[in-house]
């Protein structure tokens, strides 16, 4: 199984900062990694696929950057409807998540 | 635009069988795969399985198999059924577009907690 690890697992920013989580993969996935935004009692939201392409609707202040096992998603300036819990996921075998990073506001 | 909605039972008992339901609104069951994931404090998101209109499935081999995923294309639904169920199965069951075909999952049905107690 492709272990995917989060950091950091939960980080503390202001309204305008500059927010980056990381995602490592086990072993190699080339691009074959998405990320997703999930509020308190809501679903997950995608946000980020193939590591770099912004979904439809999701504010341009979000980006997402990687390949091979080293993956980052990016807040250009965090927004207050920003705060919520961000998940990695690949795909390259079989389907497994990340762990999580909790964004909150200080 | 698609629209998942969910249901089933929020409490099961040990060793009973647990079902949900996802009816799809807003489009149609073709050409895409299905999925079924859940969500726990233990365990975080763990994809349980996909399933296309034609009934093909895919499970995620990292699981046992007590899981069986089927398909009404007639009712555009398809819905999840565990076996044997236990205190470890507890979690927020989703539904959602997508899967290992597709690749990514969206959207999401609005989740089911279900608790695994007697």
Same mark, same amino acid.
């Given at each position: 199984?492709?272990?995917?690890?989060?950091? +950091?697992?939960?980080?503390?920013?202001?309204?305008?900062?500059?927010?980056?989580?990381?995602?490592?993969?086990s072993?190699?996935?080339?691009?074959?990694?998405?990320?997703?935004?999930? !509020?308190?009692?809501?679903? +997950?939201k995608?946000v980020?696929y193939?590591?770099?392409? /912004?979904?439809?609707?999701?504010?341009?202040?979000?980006?997402?950057?990687?390949?091979?096992?080293?993956?980052?998603?990016?807040?250009?300036? /965090?927004?207050? =409807?920003?705060?919520?819990t961000?998940?990695?996921?690949?795909?390259?075998?079989?389907?497994?998540?990340?762990?999580?990073? !909790?964004? =909150? /506001? !200080? | &635009?698609?629209?998942?909605?969910q $249901?089933?039972?929020?409490?099961?008992?040990?060793?009973?069988?647990?079902? %949900?339901?996802?009816?799809?609104?807003?489009?149609?069951?073709?050409?895409?795969?299905w999925? $079924?994931?859940?969500?726990?404090?233990?365990?975080?998101?763990?994809w349980?399985?996909?399933?296309?209109?034609?009934?093909?499935?895919?499970?995620?081999?990292?699981?046992?198999?007590?899981?069986?995923?089927?398909v009404d294309?007639?009712?555009? &639904?398809?819905? %999840?059924?565990?076996?044997?169920?236990?205190?470890?199965?507890?979690?927020?069951?989703?539904?959602?577009?997508g899967?290992i075909?597709?690749?990514f999952?969206?959207? $999401?049905? &609005?989740?089911?907690?279900?608790?695994?107690?007697s």
């Amino acid at each position: 199984d492709i272990q995917m690890t989060q950091s +950091p697992s939960s980080l503390s920013a202001s309204v305008g900062d500059r927010v980056t989580i990381t995602c490592q993969a086990s072993q190699d996935i080339t691009t074959y990694l998405n990320w997703y935004q999930q !509020k308190q009692g809501k679903a +997950p939201k995608l946000v980020i696929y193939d590591a770099s392409n /912004l979904e439809k609707g999701v504010p341009s202040r979000f980006s997402g950057s990687g390949s091979g096992t080293h993956f980052t998603i990016t807040i250009s300036s /965090l927004q207050p =409807e920003d705060i919520a819990t961000y998940y990695c996921q690949q795909y390259d075998n079989n389907i497994s998540f990340g762990g999580g990073t !909790k964004v =909150e /506001l !200080k | &635009q698609v629209q998942l909605q969910q $249901w089933g039972a929020g409490l099961v008992k040990p060793s009973e069988t647990l079902s %949900l339901t996802c009816a799809v609104y807003g489009g149609s069951l073709s050409n895409v795969y299905w999925s $079924w994931i859940r969500q726990s404090p233990g365990k975080g998101l763990e994809w349980i399985g996909e399933i296309n209109h034609f009934g093909s499935t895919n499970y995620n081999p990292s699981l046992r198999s007590r899981f069986t995923i089927s398909v009404d294309s007639s009712k555009n &639904q398809f819905s %999840l059924t565990l076996h044997s169920v236990t205190a470890a199965d507890t979690a927020v069951y989703y539904c959602a577009r997508g899967g290992i075909v597709t690749t990514f999952f969206e959207p $999401w049905g &609005q989740g089911t907690p279900v608790t695994v107690s007697s």
